[in-house]
C-alpha cells in the first residue's frame, strides 16, 4: 500500500518568513495529494491541491509544489502569519481506483510574533 | 452549503461498554469516509463507502466495529464493546466520489474509553 512521509514534524518561523513542509510518497500510481490545515481540537481542513499532471499551484500564499520522477511534493507558504500557526497533513491517493487518503504523520508549524 | 455534520461531538464511556457515532455528509455526494485519528498523528481509513456499498474496509476491526450507510446518506458507526484503545477522534469525511476525490471533513467525535 502507499507510504506517505513527512518532514519536519515540527517547524517554527519568524513571522512574516517562508515555511517549507516535504512529503514523500511510495506508490507511483498516486496522482493526488491534497494538504491539510488542522488547528488544535478542529477538524482537518483542505487548504490545497494538486494533481499528477501539475507540477506546481498557487493560491495567494500557499503553493504546493510536486516532482513526480522523485515522488515528493512540498507546501510552501510565504508571508506567514500567526493565524498559520497549526498541524499540517500531507496525503496521497488515486483520484480513479483506489480513493483513500493516506496522511503523513503531521507537521505541527508555529509562528513566532 | 452546508458541511459534514458530526454527532455526538463527545462521548466518554467505561471500557465494554458499546458506543455509536453519527455522521451526516455533503449533499450529493456519493462517498463517505470514517477515519480515526489518535493523538498527535493523521487520520487513518476505517471504512469508505460509495453509496450504500462499503468498498474498502479493510482497516476495520471488524470483532468490534461495525458500520453503516443503508440509504446511501448517513451513515453510523459502531463500536461494541469498546477498549481502552479505542479512544481516539473519529471523522467523518465525504466528497463526490469517482474522479472528484476532493474530501471535506466533519468536526470529528472525540471519544474516551475509561
Known amino acids: 500500500g502507499e507510504n506517505v512521509e513527512q518532514h519536519p514534524s515540527t517547524l517554527s518561523v519568524q513571522e512574516g518568513d517562508s515555511a517549507v513542509i516535504k512529503c514523500t510518497y511510495s506508490?507511483?500510481?498516486?496522482?493526488?495529494f491534497p494538504w491539510y490545515k488542522q488547528e488544535l481540537g478542529k477538524r482537518p481542513q483542505l487548504i490545497i491541491d494538486i494533481r499528477s499532471n501539475v507540477g506546481e499551484k498557487k493560491d495567494q500564499r500557499i503553493a504546493v509544489t510536486l516532482n513526480k520522477t522523485a515522488k515528493h511534493f512540498s507546501l510552501h507558504i510565504t508571508e506567514t502569519q500567526p493565524e498559520d500557526s497549526a498541524v499540517y497533513f500531507c496525503?496521497?491517493?488515486?483520484?480513479?481506483?483506489?480513493?483513500?487518503?493516506?496522511f503523513g504523520t503531521g507537521t505541527r508549524l508555529t509562528i513566532i510574533p | 452549503e452546508a458541511g459534514v455534520v458530526q454527532s455526538p461531538r463527545y462521548k466518554i464511556i467505561e471500557k465494554k461498554q458499546p458506543v455509536a457515532f453519527w455522521c451526516n455528509p455533503i449533499?450529493?455526494?456519493?462517498?463517505l469516509y470514517w477515519y480515526r485519528q489518535n493523538l498527535g498523528q493523521g487520520p487513518e481509513l476505517l471504512i469508505r463507502y460509495e453509496n450504500e456499498e462499503a468498498v474498502d474496509d479493510s482497516q476495520l476491526p471488524k470483532d468490534r466495529f461495525s458500520a453503516e450507510r443503508l440509504k446511501g446518506v448517513d451513515s453510523t458507526l459502531k463500536i461494541q464493546p469498546a477498549e481502552l484503545g479505542d479512544s481516539a477522534v473519529y471523522l467523518c469525511?465525504?466528497?463526490?466520489?469517482?474522479?472528484?476525490?476532493?474530501?471535506?471533513f466533519g468536526p470529528g467525535t472525540r471519544l474516551t474509553v475509561l
Open positions: 449533499s450529493g455526494h456519493n462517498t
Open positions: 506508490d507511483s500510481a498516486s496522482n493526488y
Open positions: 496525503a496521497a491517493s488515486m483520484d480513479f481506483g483506489n480513493e483513500k487518503l493516506t
Open positions: 469525511a465525504s466528497s463526490l466520489g469517482r474522479g472528484a476525490p476532493r474530501e471535506y
